[in-house]
């Protein structure tokens, strides 16, 4: 289940709960794993410029507005990628 709810991550899919018809609002918990390119000034201030998700594991995904979370499914997104 949560493979599948990783991809409401990723471009061209989205969330959508089944309960209430929502398909904006999600609390997603995750557990992901990154490559960053963090570039600093001489000063020391930074900041990420790239960033390469490594591995990605989503625990659950709980719907904002009727607080369900075996309800939530990925659909593709009208938008595309
Ligand atoms: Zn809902």
């Known amino acids: 289940m949560s493979e599948q709810l990783a991809r409401g991550l990723a471009p061209g899919a989205r969330f959508r709960c089944d309960g209430c018809g929502n398909v904006t609002r999600f609390d997603v918990v995750a557990t992901?794993?990154?490559?960053?390119y963090h570039h600093f000034d001489l000063g020391g201030a930074g900041h990420v410029e790239d960033e390469e998700v490594l591995e990605q594991t989503v625990e659950s995904v709980?719907?904002?507005?009727?607080?369900?979370?075996?309800?939530?499914?990925?659909?593709?997104?009208p938008a595309g990628a």
């Open 32 to 36: 992901t794993r990154t490559r960053r």
């Open 62 to 77: 709980t719907c904002r507005w009727c607080g369900r979370t075996d309800a939530v499914q990925v659909e593709s997104s």
